[in-house]
């Protein structure tokens, strides 16, 4: 089954304690994102990807990092959490046009709440 | 900066009424898309709407695009309550490159019977 994966789905953690969500696909997709979800803020990208190798920042990149060393795997790591990080993270996948992206499709999703 | 708006941003309708939704954006356009959003769960695709003019229809839905007002519409048809839901719609700026999709607020759309 087609499907882009994140893992844990629920994380509750402590300000400072570094953390690492995983993100997986298994459609050969070029392009994977970040993005944060909060109340009244609809989706916001933090990072996406080309490529292996190839990553750049999106709307909002402060307090992360990400790596993209194998076409399926686009981790998302917070390397000192802060409250304002908590949020629901999707992460997405899609094939990559001469242009741009075209119709991603989003994981689960992962519930993050830092304190 | 590409701006996305949406709205209604909160609906609440009953069953067997129609209604739509507004998706406006600010700058040039090569695609949009509508997602559905359930209480807890993802983001799944309902439409891509790839040219002026487009319309494309699944079920009770039917979505459209005009390019040249920078205007797409969800229109709803007889809803059902199992259409409630929050509905994005997200945009594709023509030369964005891979930035990504910018997205609007959200619709919550509540269908009572």
């Known amino acids: 089954e087609a499907q882009v994966t994140q893992n844990p789905r629920y994380l509750i953690t402590v300000t400072g304690k570094k953390l690492t969500v995983t993100c997986s696909q298994n459609?050969?997709?070029?392009?994977m994102s970040w993005y944060r979800q909060d109340p009244g803020l609809g989706l916001r990208q933090i990072y996406y990807?080309?490529?292996?190798?190839?990553?750049d920042k999106g709307d909002v990149p402060e307090g992360y990092k990400v790596s993209r060393k194998e076409k399926r795997n686009f981790p998302l790591i917070l390397e000192s959490p802060s409250p304002n990080q908590t949020s629901l993270y999707f992460c997405?996948?899609?094939?990559?046009?001469?242009?741009?992206?075209?119709?991603?499709?989003f994981g689960p999703g992962t519930r993050l709440t830092v304190t | 900066e590409l701006k996305v708006e949406q709205n209604p941003l909160f609906l609440s309708m009953q069953e067997g009424k129609n209604y739509t939704i507004y998706c406006n954006y600010s700058?040039?356009?090569?695609?949009l898309y509508w997602y559905r959003q359930d209480p807890g769960k993802s983001l799944e695709s309902l439409f891509v709407?790839?040219?002026?003019?487009a319309v494309k229809q699944e079920g009770r839905l039917m979505a459209s695009l005009d390019t040249k007002a920078r205007l797409s519409t969800l229109h709803i048809t007889a809803a059902v309550h199992d259409l409630s839901a929050t509905y994005f719609c997200?945009?594709?700026?023509?030369?964005?490159?891979?930035?990504?999709?910018?997205f609007g607020k959200g619709t919550h759309l509540i269908i009572q019977p």
């Open positions: 997405a996948s899609s094939l990559l046009g001469p242009l741009s992206p075209y119709e991603q499709y």
């Open positions: 459609m050969n997709h070029e392009y």
């Open positions: 990807s080309m490529n292996v190798e190839v990553t």
């Open positions: 700058t040039t356009s090569d695609r």
């Open positions: 709407l790839l040219s002026n003019g």
């Open positions: 997200a945009v594709d700026e023509t030369g964005g490159g891979a930035d990504g999709l910018t």
